[in-house]
C-alpha cells in the first residue's frame, strides 16, 4: 500500500479486506488467528488439504497483524522479524530406479537423471528425479535397479533422497559418468574445483542454442535484432546447427521462419552481414570459450594478437600472460585441441567472417612493464585509485616485494614490504614521489 487518504488502516488483516472491496483478488485462505494454537491448526489444516489446491505450496507464511507492533519488532536485512515461514515437509514416496540417464543443459552441464517407476508424490506423477552430479550418485550410492526414496516440495524438480538398502538384491548396476557427450560425442569434462561434468563440444546441440545467443551478443559479434527466439527457431528448423551457419542463411532460409517478413528477413541478413568484421577482442569473447569474459578477450587479443596465433599456444605459454590463470589455461587450451571448434573456427572464415590481427602496439607508456608495491596510507589517493592509475598507464601491482618488483610506493605507516624493499635494495617511492611519476 502506498498513500492512503481519509481511511486509517492499523493492520494487515484490515487492509486485505480494504483491497478486495477496491477489486484486488485476495487468497481465499487468508485467516486470521488469534493465537499459536490458532495458527497450528490452520497449519494443520492446509497440510492436509495442500494437493488440493490448483498450484503448489511449500508452506504458509505467518504474518503479525498489528502495523504498530511490525514496527516494533522492525526487519533484518533481507527479512521482516514480524513475518515467518512455516514450511511443509517435502512430500515423499518410494520408487525403483529403471535406469540412470544423463541429461545435457543449455551450460554444457551434465546431469544425472533417475528413471523411475512412476509414482504419485502429492497429487502429481513422478517418472523422473534428479541426481544432481556424479558426487551425489556416489554419496547416495544408487544405482540402476535400486528402490529408493524420493521427495519434492514446492514445484522443485523432484530428487532422489535415499537407496533402501534392505531392497537390495545384488543385480543393481552402478551408473558412471560417460567420458563423451550423451547428444554429440565431445569429450567431457570436469573442471578442477567443479562438481559438475560437461561438454566441450561447440556445436553440440544441447549447448548450441546458448552458444548462439553469446556468439550474437552485444560485445562478441553484436547482431542486431537476432533474439534468442529467433536463434531457437533458426536450430530446431535445422536451418543452422552452428555459429559459422549464420553467414551461410539466404533469404529463402530466414523466410522460413514464423511470422516472418521481407523487411524483417533483409534487416536479419543485414545484421548477420554487418558482423563480419569484428574486432579480435569480439571475436574470441564470442566464441564463448569457457573461462575467458570480455576483459580476458581483451588481454588475448593483445598478447597473442590474431586467433592463429592464440590457437597455437600451450598452456604454458597462455599461464606467461598476467592475468592468466592455470584454470583459464587449460580451458583455451583445450577450446583450440577440439576437432568440432577447429571446423566451426574454419566455416566462419568460409563464410567471410574476417579474422583480424592486431598490430604490435609499441604503446610505450611511462610505466609499461614496470611493477609495483603499495604499503602504508597514502593521503590523497586510496589503493585502489593508486592502483588503477598504475595499471592504466601500463604497470602492474603485486602484493609482496621481489627482486622484480620496480618501485615500491611507502605511504604513512608502511608494513614489512617496506623493510623487505630495503632489504632488496628496491626503489621506494613516498606520496610525492610517486604522484611526479605519474603525472600528477
Ligand atoms: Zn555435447
Known sequence: MGRVEGRGLSNHWDTIQYLET????????????????????????????????????????IKLNEFELQERLGELSRSPRWAVAWKFPPQQETTRVEDILVSVGRTGALTPVAILEPVRVGGVEVSRATLHNEDEVKKKDVRTGDTVTIQRAGDVIPEVVNVILSKRTGREKKFTMPGKCPVCGSKVERPEGEAIHRCTGIACPAQIKENLAHFVSRGAMDMDGLGFKFLEQMVDKKLISDQADLFFLEKEDVMKMDRMGDKLAENLLNAIDKSRSPSLTNL????????????????????????????????????EVHEIGPIVAESIYNFFHNPKNLKVLEKLKKGGVKFPKEKVVAKKTPLSGKTFVLTGGLESLTRDQARKMIEDLGGR?????????????VGADPGSKYDKALQLKVKTLDEEEFKKLIGK
Open 284 to 319: 574470441i569473447f564470442a566464441l564463448g570459450i569457457r573461462n575467458v569474459g570480455y576483459h580476458l578477450a581483451d588481454v588475448l587479443a593483445k598478447n597473442f594478437r590474431s586467433i592463429d596465433n592464440l590457437a597455437k599456444q600451450s598452456i604454458d605459454d597462455l599461464t
Open 397 to 409: 601491482v603485486s602484493s609482496s616485494v621481489s627482486k622484480k618488483t620496480d618501485f615500491v610506493v
Open 22 to 61: 477496491l477489486g484486488f483478488k485476495i487468497s481465499q485462505y487468508v485467516e486470521l488467528c488469534h493465537d499459536v494454537e490458532q495458527v497450528k491448526a490452520y497449519y494443520h489444516r492446509l497440510l492436509e488439504t495442500r494437493n488440493d489446491l490448483p498450484y503448489d505450496i511449500d508452506g504458509i507464511v
